[in-house]
C-alpha cells in the first residue's frame, strides 16, 4: 500500500502544550424543572461526556453545582444541570458528549413512555440497535443510551446491565419506585466514582474531582470512592431525598460470557481448540469488535505507537472503514522524541495501510512540565501509569488542537489479555500466567484504562478498546491455558499467529518484541525513564525519602520517582492514597521498579 504523508508537530514549530479552550456548544434542555440551562448552537469539533449527580444535599444546589464543572473537560458541547421534580435537594449535571444524535442527546434522558425514569450516562451501548429489534422498543430518540430505559421497564435493573454490550457508566433514578441505580462495564472503561454518607447524601461523578469539594453538613469530609466495574448497586430514594443503599451487586466477570450474546450479530463460531479454528474465531471476533464501535457522527482515528496492539487495532479499522464506505482517511497519531522507535515503527503502519499519518515530536522538558497536570488528570499516583501517560496525554492534546479526529481507537487492555507484558516469561505454569491475566484485567481501571480515559478524557476525546470486547475476551479467556502463553521467546505469540497470514501488517511489526514503554517513546540516546530519573534526583531530597513511611504510611513511597508522584497527587487529592490499593508491579521476580526495562528478558532482547 502507499504511504500518506506524514505530519509533523516540532518543538521548534509550535510547543506540544496546547491550551485547552473554553466549551464551544451549549445545548438546550426538554422536558424537567430545570435551575440552569445554557445553549449555543453545535460550533465545536470535539467532545467527550462527563455525568454527575447529587440525592439528599443539604446545601444550595446552585453552590454544589460549581463542583460539576471540574469534569467540564470531558464534554466541551454542552451543559445542563436540571433539578428532579418533586426532590428540591436532587439533581443531576451533564457535559455532553456528541457522538450520536446531535439533535436529542442531552441528558437526562427522559422519554413521554417513561417519565418517571431519568438517565445519565456516559458510555457507548454498541447492541442498542440489536435490542432495539430483538425487543420491538420504541425509540423517541437516536441515542444508544435510550435502550437502557426500555430494558429497564422490561426486566429490571440485572437484566438491563447484562444485556449491555459496551461500556458505560450510569445513573438510573425511577421516581415511580423511589430507586437509584448505579452501574459500570465490566472493565471499568468508563470510569465513576461516588460518595455516600451515613445520613443519605450521594454524590455521584464520571471522575472523583467532580466530588472532592462538596459542601456538606458534617465534620468530616466525606469520604469519594471508585465503583466497582462490572457491578451495579440499587439505592433508595427516601421522601426527604437522601438516599439508603439497598446491595451492591457484581453482574458480569470477564470469564463469564455475555447474555447479550445470544443477541448479537457474530455467526455461530466452530468449537474445539485445533488452533486453525482458534485463530479463525480470534480473527471474527476481533474484526467483529471494531467493527460494532465505528458508530459514530465524528470523526474517528487512531492512536498508534507502532507495537502490535495499536498497529493491529489502526490496520483493522482501516479496512473496515472502507468497506463501511467512510470517504475521510484514517487519522493516526504517534508520538515519541528524536529517534524514538515507536516512531519509525508507527511510520511503517502507517505506510503500509495508507492512513494519514501525524507524529507529534516532543522534548524532555515538555514531558516534564506535564507531569502536573497529568497526575491531577489521572487522579492516581502510581509509578508506571503516570510515566506512560505523558505520552498519551502530550498526543492527546495535540489530536484536539491540530486535528478534527474525535473518536480514538486503540490497543489498550492486549497485554492483560494475552499475556504480553514481558514479565510472564517468568510464570511457573500455564496455570498461573492466566489467574494472573484475569487479575490483570480485574485491575485495568485503577491502570491502563484509567491512564487511557483520563488522558484522552482531559482534551475532550473518547476513546474506543477493541480488545476489551466482551465476546472476544471471554472467547480468548476460554481458550487453553497452554495455548496463551508467551512461546519461542515471544509474548502474545497465539494473538500474532492469529493474524500472520492477513496481510494487514508488515511482519516486522507483527513480530516487533514489546518495547518498555520509556525505551520505545524516547530517543534510543537516552529513555524517558532516565530523564525522570535525572530530574527528580533534584527535586526530592534523600532524607524526605528515608521519611517517606511516615508522611505516607500508605503505600509508601520506595524512590524518589515515587515520592515526587505522591506529593504531587496529595496536593490535589489530600487524604484519598487509597484510590490505589497498590502500585502496578511485575509479577515473579524481584522487581524494584515497575519498567520491562530492569528485567533480563527485555535486555536479552534489547541487545540483540
Same mark, same amino acid.
Given at each position: 500500500?502507499?504511504?500518506?504523508?506524514?505530519?509533523?508537530?516540532?518543538?521548534?514549530?509550535?510547543?506540544?502544550?496546547?491550551?485547552? #479552550?473554553?466549551?464551544?456548544?451549549?445545548?438546550?434542555?426538554? #422536558?424537567?424543572? @430545570?435551575?440552569?440551562?445554557?445553549?449555543?448552537?453545535?460550533?465545536?469539533?470535539?467532545?467527550?461526556?462527563?455525568?454527575? +449527580?447529587?440525592?439528599?444535599?443539604?446545601?444550595?444546589?446552585?453552590?454544589?453545582?460549581?463542583?460539576?464543572?471540574?469534569?467540564?473537560?470531558?464534554?466541551?458541547?454542552?451543559?445542563?444541570?436540571?433539578?428532579?421534580?418533586?426532590?428540591?435537594?436532587?439533581?443531576?449535571?451533564?457535559?455532553?458528549? +456528541?457522538?450520536?444524535?446531535?439533535?436529542?442527546?442531552?441528558?437526562?434522558?427522559?422519554?413521554?413512555?417513561?417519565?418517571?425514569?431519568?438517565?445519565?450516562?456516559?458510555?457507548?451501548?454498541?447492541?442498542?440497535?440489536?435490542?432495539?429489534?430483538?425487543?420491538?422498543?420504541?425509540?423517541?430518540?437516536?441515542?444508544?443510551?435510550?435502550?437502557?430505559?426500555?430494558?429497564?421497564?422490561?426486566?429490571?435493573?440485572?437484566?438491563?446491565?447484562?444485556?449491555?454490550?459496551?461500556?458505560?457508566?450510569?445513573?438510573?433514578?425511577?421516581? +415511580?419506585?423511589?430507586?437509584?441505580?448505579?452501574?459500570?462495564?465490566?472493565?471499568?472503561?468508563?470510569?465513576?466514582?461516588?460518595?455516600?454518607?451515613?445520613?443519605?447524601?450521594?454524590?455521584?461523578?464520571?471522575?472523583?474531582? #467532580?466530588?472532592?469539594?462538596? !459542601?456538606?453538613?458534617?465534620?468530616?469530609?466525606?469520604?469519594?470512592?471508585?465503583?466497582?466495574?462490572?457491578?451495579?448497586? %440499587?439505592?433508595?430514594?427516601?421522601?426527604?431525598?437522601?438516599?439508603?443503599? %439497598?446491595?451492591?451487586?457484581?453482574?458480569?466477570?470477564?470469564?463469564?460470557?455475555?447474555?447479550?450474546?445470544?443477541?448479537?450479530?457474530?455467526?455461530?463460531? @466452530?468449537?474445539?481448540?485445533?488452533?486453525?479454528?482458534?485463530?479463525?474465531?480470534?480473527?471474527?471476533?476481533?474484526?467483529?469488535?471494531?467493527?460494532?464501535?465505528?458508530?459514530?457522527?465524528?470523526?474517528?482515528?487512531?492512536?498508534?505507537? #507502532?507495537?502490535?496492539?495499536?498497529?493491529?487495532?489502526?490496520?483493522?479499522?482501516?479496512?473496515?472503514? !472502507?468497506?463501511?464506505?467512510?470517504?475521510?482517511?484514517?487519522?493516526?497519531?504517534?508520538?515519541?522524541?528524536?529517534?524514538?522507535?515507536?516512531?519509525?515503527?508507527?511510520?511503517? %503502519?502507517?505506510?503500509?495501510?495508507?492512513?494519514?499519518?501525524?507524529?507529534?515530536?516532543?522534548?524532555?522538558?515538555?514531558?516534564?512540565?506535564?507531569?502536573?497536570?497529568?497526575?491531577?488528570?489521572?487522579?492516581?499516583?502510581?509509578?508506571?501509569?503516570?510515566?506512560?501517560?505523558?505520552?498519551?496525554?502530550? %498526543?492527546?492534546?495535540?489530536?484536539?488542537?491540530?486535528?478534527?479526529?474525535?473518536?480514538?481507537?486503540?490497543?489498550?487492555?492486549?497485554?492483560?489479555?494475552?499475556?504480553?507484558?514481558? $514479565?510472564?516469561?517468568?510464570?511457573?505454569?500455564?496455570?498461573?500466567?492466566?489467574?494472573?491475566?484475569?487479575?490483570?484485567?480485574?485491575?485495568? $481501571?485503577?491502570?491502563?484504562?484509567?491512564?487511557?480515559?483520563?488522558?484522552?478524557?482531559?482534551?475532550?476525546?473518547?476513546?474506543?478498546?477493541?480488545?476489551?470486547?466482551?465476546?472476544?475476551?471471554?472467547?480468548?479467556?476460554?481458550?487453553?491455558?497452554?495455548?496463551?502463553?508467551?512461546?519461542?521467546?515471544?509474548?502474545?505469540?497465539?494473538?500474532?499467529?492469529?493474524?500472520?497470514?492477513?496481510?494487514?501488517?508488515?511482519?516486522?511489526?507483527?513480530?516487533?518484541?514489546?518495547?518498555?514503554?520509556?525505551?520505545?517513546?524516547?530517543?534510543?540516546?537516552?529513555?524517558?525513564?532516565?530523564?525522570?530519573?535525572?530530574?527528580?534526583?533534584?527535586?526530592?531530597?534523600?532524607?524526605?525519602?528515608?521519611?517517606? +513511611?511516615?508522611?505516607?504510611?500508605?503505600?509508601? @513511597?520506595?524512590? !524518589?520517582?515515587?515520592?515526587?508522584?505522591?506529593?504531587?497527587?496529595?496536593?490535589?487529592?489530600?487524604?484519598?492514597?487509597?484510590?490505589?490499593?497498590? $502500585?502496578?508491579?511485575?509479577?515473579?521476580?524481584?522487581?524494584?521498579?515497575?519498567?520491562?526495562?530492569?528485567?533480563?528478558?527485555?535486555?536479552?532482547?534489547?541487545?540483540?
Amino acid at each position: 500500500m502507499k504511504s500518506s504523508p506524514v505530519f509533523q508537530q516540532r518543538r521548534e514549530e509550535e510547543p506540544v502544550t496546547s491550551r485547552s #479552550g473554553p466549551a464551544a456548544d451549549r445545548s438546550g434542555s426538554r #422536558g424537567g424543572s @430545570p435551575f440552569l440551562v445554557a445553549e449555543i448552537h453545535p460550533l465545536s469539533d470535539y467532545t467527550m461526556c462527563g455525568i454527575w +449527580a447529587l440525592f439528599g444535599s443539604d446545601e444550595c444546589l446552585s453552590v454544589q453545582c460549581l463542583s460539576a464543572m471540574k469534569i467540564a473537560h470531558r464534554g466541551p458541547d454542552a451543559f445542563r444541570f436540571e433539578n428532579v421534580n418533586g426532590f428540591t435537594n436532587c439533581c443531576f449535571g451533564f457535559h455532553r458528549l +456528541a457522538i450520536v444524535d446531535q439533535l436529542y442527546g442531552m441528558q437526562p434522558i427522559r422519554v413521554k413512555k417513561f417519565p418517571y425514569l431519568w438517565l445519565c450516562y456516559n458510555g457507548e451501548i454498541y447492541n442498542f440497535r440489536e435490542l432495539k429489534k430483538q425487543f420491538g422498543f420504541e425509540f423517541q430518540t437516536l441515542v444508544d443510551g435510550e435502550v437502557i430505559l426500555h430494558l429497564y421497564s422490561r426486566g429490571g435493573i440485572e437484566e438491563t446491565a447484562s444485556m449491555l454490550d459496551g461500556v458505560f457508566a450510569f445513573i438510573l433514578l425511577d421516581t +415511580a419506585n423511589r430507586k437509584v441505580f448505579l452501574g459500570r462495564d465490566t472493565y471499568g472503561v468508563r470510569p465513576l466514582f461516588k460518595v455516600l454518607t451515613e445520613d443519605g447524601f450521594l454524590g455521584v461523578c464520571s471522575e472523583a474531582k #467532580g466530588l472532592m469539594n462538596l !459542601k456538606h453538613s458534617m465534620s468530616s469530609c466525606p469520604k469519594v470512592e471508585p465503583f466497582l466495574p462490572g457491578h451495579y448497586e %440499587v439505592l433508595d430514594l427516601k421522601p426527604s431525598g437522601k438516599i439508603a443503599s %439497598v446491595e451492591v451487586v457484581k453482574f458480569h466477570s470477564c470469564k463469564d460470557e455475555p447474555l447479550h450474546a445470544a443477541y448479537d450479530t457474530v455467526e455461530n463460531l @466452530p468449537s474445539g481448540f485445533e488452533l486453525e479454528t482458534v485463530k479463525s474465531n480470534i480473527r471474527i471476533l476481533f474484526e467483529n469488535a471494531v467493527r460494532k464501535r465505528l458508530m459514530s457522527h465524528r470523526r474517528i482515528g487512531s492512536l498508534l505507537s #507502532g507495537g502490535l496492539d495499536s498497529s493491529l487495532v489502526a490496520a483493522m479499522l482501516l479496512k473496515l472503514m !472502507k468497506e463501511s464506505n467512510i470517504t475521510y482517511p484514517l487519522q493516526t497519531f504517534a508520538i515519541g522524541m528524536e529517534d524514538s522507535p515507536d516512531l519509525l515503527a508507527a511510520r511503517k %503502519v502507517a505506510a503500509h495501510i495508507g492512513s494519514e499519518h501525524h507524529e507529534v515530536i516532543f522534548n524532555s522538558e515538555e514531558g516534564i512540565q506535564a507531569l502536573q497536570e497529568v497526575i491531577f488528570s489521572l487522579e492516581t499516583y502510581d509509578i508506571t501509569t503516570v510515566r506512560a501517560s505523558v505520552g498519551m496525554y502530550l %498526543v492527546s492534546k495535540y489530536i484536539r488542537k491540530k486535528t478534527d479526529s474525535v473518536v480514538l481507537f486503540s490497543g489498550e487492555g492486549s497485554d492483560e489479555l494475552a499475556q504480553g507484558y514481558i $514479565y510472564f516469561h517468568k510464570a511457573p505454569s500455564p496455570e498461573e500466567s492466566a489467574e494472573e491475566s484475569e487479575r490483570l484485567l480485574r485491575e485495568l $481501571y485503577l491502570f491502563d484504562v484509567l491512564r487511557a480515559d483520563r488522558t484522552t478524557a482531559a482534551h475532550g476525546l473518547e476513546l474506543r478498546v477493541p480488545f476489551l470486547d466482551h465476546r472476544f475476551t471471554f472467547y480468548y479467556l476460554s481458550l487453553p491455558a497452554e495455548l496463551r502463553i508467551p512461546k519461542n521467546g515471544i509474548e502474545k505469540y497465539l494473538l500474532r499467529e492469529s493474524f500472520q497470514d492477513s496481510n494487514l501488517l508488515p511482519k516486522e511489526i507483527l513480530w516487533r518484541p514489546k518495547e518498555a514503554f520509556s525505551d520505545g517513546l524516547t530517543s534510543v540516546k537516552k529513555s524517558w525513564f532516565s530523564i525522570l530519573q535525572d530530574y527528580i534526583d533534584q527535586q526530592v531530597d534523600d532524607l524526605l525519602l528515608e521519611k517517606a +513511611a511516615e508522611k505516607f504510611p500508605f503505600n509508601p @513511597p520506595k524512590t !524518589k520517582e515515587g515520592y515526587y508522584y505522591r506529593q504531587i497527587f496529595e496536593k490535589h487529592y489530600p487524604g484519598q492514597s487509597d484510590w490505589l490499593p497498590h $502500585y502496578w508491579m511485575p509479577r515473579w521476580i524481584k522487581a524494584t521498579d515497575p519498567s520491562a526495562r530492569t528485567l533480563k528478558h527485555y535486555k536479552s532482547t534489547a541487545q540483540e
